[in-house]
């Protein structure tokens, strides 16, 4: 029922905030039609017209042949309008790492050691597969299908959020960047 709410917030996207493009080769694929505009990569702002979630962009990317294959979800959160330290520091960050086994990261600012007050990265990393359990992870489709078979439904979607993930993708559909 939440992750149905959310795509009920959705707002529709706008084609002028997408980015759809092709890796290299790729028309060189077999079974490709040498002048293909199926795009291999895609990168996206979508909002969320919600009272939590107002005024904060999403930005979703996707895509075949990257040079790395990962799943993360990462919140930068807003500079404060006070700042304790002057200088141009970028906003703190968190990071989770979605595929099996996972990790959490938190990157804060802290100072340098030395008697210089200057300000550095700090990451805080947390990783699965360096705990207890790590041995229980499973690959994407197994857990798939692990959890089909158990009845948990957690990571599938109903038909009434496919179809408004449809209406949410109309605008693009109807007139593509």
Known sequence: EAKLAVFDALEPIDPAKVVRGQYDGYLGEPGVSPDSDTETFVALEVRIDNPRWSGVPFY??????????RRVVTLAFRKPEHQLFSGDHRADVLSFEIAEPGAL????LAKEPGPVMTL????????????????????????LLHDAMTGDRTLFTRAPGIERLWEVAAPLLASPP
């Open 120 to 143: 550095g990265r700090a990451p805080l990393r947390f990783e699965y597969a360096q705990a207890e359990g790590e041995r229980n992870e499973l690959e994407a489709y197994q857990r």
């Open 105 to 108: 990261t938190l990157h804060l």
């Open 60 to 69: 979703l990317r996707t895509g075949k042949n990257l040079a790395a294959g």
